[in-house]
């Protein structure tokens, strides 16, 4: 290829670039911006969810305002969306396991599935962790089942139904025999460990506190992923089963939006989620760091969860 014709494709490839850049720039909502929460005020969801939507105001200058659509854990919410004529004018934000769980549990009965979508982004991960007592007989997963084997079981304290069913496949691998114990939230669950009802438990953040103490140490990662703050423990998926719970706060609007209104609210989101005021709020909202994937990760992640959550239910 001659250096004239190089020359004219980089050039080329620059003016579109920078086309694109303009474009995005130029559009804004027309009226108000809404930030429809899947969830009821005074959650981890809302909390991160209305600082998100004070600070794209201020950076943006749009009309912005955030309000509870709440119902079927964001099933509500994303009905809604997406029913919606894509006019860009309306972003929703939820938390991805509600969903993916609704989809592969009952998905013919729903209204909606991945592609009624247009993706933009995620605020955080919830790293969720398995957890026990720092004087517990076993450190890892596959010690936590030998020791429940060898002693007809072992009760462990769940919050929510994917945590027991993270576990469910573990027993259904290893005949594990762990017994569960159906907690009120992350309180409940590190009291009856404390109490030495339970011998293990999950929590997504609020146990940090007791680790630091010594009080409790962690067994796993039950994300995809290891934790920032305890890079040497294991996920369950490293430990052989291949199964995770990743709860994500994310943000989509209607499938069809215009793409110059997609790349204009992906960027405003964007710019939010890097402010060290929301990479405040998920400290103390959800105790863990801010994590964009981006429009295209954020679609992968929930194409990917939804496999796994069929892995779950032994679909």
């Known amino acids: 290829m001659k250096l004239k014709s190089i020359l004219s494709g980089v050039i080329a490839g620059a003016v579109i670039a920078i086309a694109g850049a303009a474009n995005a720039a130029d559009w ?19 909390t991160m969810g209305r600082v998100i939507a004070k600070v794209m105001k201020e ?37 991805n396991m509600p969903i ?5 549990a009952r998905g013919d009965k729903l209204p909606f599935n991945l592609d009624s979508f247009d993706y933009l982004g995620t605020v955080a991960r ?17 010690e ?70 010594g009080d409790f140490k962690m067994i796993a990662s039950a994300n995809d992923a290891r934790h920032s703050y305890a890079p040497d423990t294991e996920t369950f998926r490293e430990a052989g089963f291949d199964a995770y719970v990743d709860p994500f706060f994310y943000f989509a609007t209607t499938a069809g939006t215009d793409p110059e209104a997609l790349a204009a609210l992906t960027e405003a989101l964007e710019n939010a989620i890097a402010s060290d005021e929301v990479a405040e709020v998920a400290q103390n909202a959800a105790t863990t760091d801010t994590l964009n994937l981006g429009p295209d990760g954020t679609k992968q992640m929930l194409v990917d969860g939804v496999e796994n959550v069929k892995v779950l239910f032994a679909k």
Not at 71 to 95: D, H, Q, W, Y
């Open 28 to 46: 804004k909502p027309s009226g108000t911006l809404k930030l429809q929460i899947g969830f009821g005020a005074g959650g981890s969801t809302d």
């Open 59 to 95: 950076q943006t200058g749009w009309n912005i305002i955030a309000e509870n659509k709440t119902g079927g854990g964001g099933v509500a919410l994303f009905t809604g969306i997406s029913k919606m004529p894509p006019r860009g004018n309306v972003i929703g934000m939820g938390v």
């Open 100 to 104: 993916m769980i609704n989809l592969v």
């Open 126 to 142: 919830a790293q969720l962790a398995l957890i026990a007592r720092a004087d517990a007989p076993f450190n890892t997963l596959q």
């Open 144 to 213: 936590m089942v030998d020791y429940s084997k060898a002693n007809d079981g072992l009760p462990i304290g769940f919050g929510a139904g994917p945590q027991k069913l993270l576990l469910e496949v573990v027993n259904r691998e290893t005949d594990a025999g762990f017994r569960f114990v159906s907690t009120k939230g992350e309180a409940e669950t590190q009291k009856l460990l404390l109490g030495g009802q339970v011998l293990a438990g999950f929590s997504a953040g609020t146990h940090l506190k007791y680790l630091q103490s």
